[in-house]
């Protein structure tokens, strides 16, 4: 298991220190927060526990994110994602706070997974894009496992259209 551990951790960390100064600006943008320094490091514990039990999060005390190496669907690429996503959840306070009060001035009800559904989009989309541009042929995680198909088709059209038009700028 510490074999497995130290082989994701190596591979993973490789992987994001080469995209880290085009994706964490982006992100940081998005989440119109800095992302995480020395001061207030995220806490990231890698296990192996076996079979699929991806990765969680904790945002108190401190941001402190747990992820399963044992998780074929969090090696590589998708692990790189995946350790942003999970780190992101630190963030995600401003984008829950807006989603709540836009949908309260608009009078309608927001289910209480949106912001996620967004997060998962928008760190995907922006590990799509950079490697993109570097000749890396990638699918995010939401694609890749089915997961807007199989928790959130409900969101899929307006979560792509929107952000997608919101990353570019427009």
Do not use: C
């Amino acid at each position: 298991d510490d074999r497995a551990n130290r082989a994701w951790i190596a591979d993973v960390s490789a992987k994001l220190t080469s995209i880290a100064p085009r994706v964490l600006p982006q992100l940081s943008a998005f989440y119109q927060l800095p992302w995480y320094d020395a001061g207030n490091a995220v806490r990231v514990d890698i296990v192996h526990v076996g079979g699929a039990r991806g990765g969680y999060t904790w945002r108190t005390p401190r941001v402190h994110t747990v992820i399963d190496s044992a998780d074929s669907t969090y090696h590589g690429w998708l692990g790189v994602e995946m350790l942003l996503h999970e780190a992101s959840h630190g963030l995600t306070d401003r984008l829950e706070e807006s989603i709540d009060a836009e949908a309260k001035a608009a009078g309608k009800k927001v289910d209480g997974m949106l912001w996620h559904v967004i997060q998962f989009y928008v760190v995907g989309e922006v590990m799509k894009r950079t490697l993109t541009a570097d000749g890396v042929a990638f699918s995010a995680y939401i694609y890749a496992t089915g997961l807007f198909d199989r928790a959130w088709k409900r969101f899929r059209p307006a979560v792509e259209s929107e952000f997608s038009s919101y990353l570019d700028d427009k």
